[in-house]
C-alpha cells in the first residue's frame, strides 16, 4: 500500500534542504514532473514493476490509491512529504492547484509493457475521480 512519509529537512536562515535517498528500491532510473495540469485525473494505472516516489514541489494535489485489498487518499500539500506508490497501487492524481509541480522520481525506466491500466474491481472512488475527469 502506499506509504506518506516526511521527508529530512535541513532549515537554516539560507533557506531549507530536503533530501530524497533511501526511500525506493534500486536506482533512480527516471524523473519527470506535471504542471499546468488543472483539475482533471492523470495517470489511472498500476505498473507490474515500477515503485514511484510523488512530491508535490509547489501548490497541492489529491491521490488516489487502491492496492486491490484498501483505498485511500492523499492531499500533497508541502515539498516535505513523499508519497511512495508501489507496484500494485492503481493511481490518479486531480485536485492540481493552479501552482502545482508534481515531481515523479521511478525506479525503471518507461516500458509501456509495464503499465495496467484496469483499476481494481473493489476501487469506490475509480469511477467517481474517473467520471469528473470526463466532465
Known sequence: MAKLYELKTFESNT???????????????????IYE??????????HHRTWQALVCLSGSCRVYNNNGKREDTFMLTNP????VLKPEDWHTMDSFS???????????????????????LNGKGVSRMLMADSE
Do not use: M, S, W
Open 80 to 83: 516535505r512529504q513523499c508519497l
Open 15 to 33: 533557506g531549507n534542504l530536503t533530501v530524497f535517498e533511501g526511500i525506493i528500491p534500486g536506482a533512480i532510473q527516471r524523473v519527470f514532473y
Open 37 to 46: 495540469a488543472g483539475h482533471t485525473a492523470r495517470a489511472g494505472h498500476r
Open 98 to 120: 493552479d501552482d502545482a509541480i508534481l515531481l515523479v522520481i521511478a525506479n525503471e525506466l518507461y516500458d509501456k509493457d509495464d503499465y495496467i491500466y484496469e483499476p481494481y
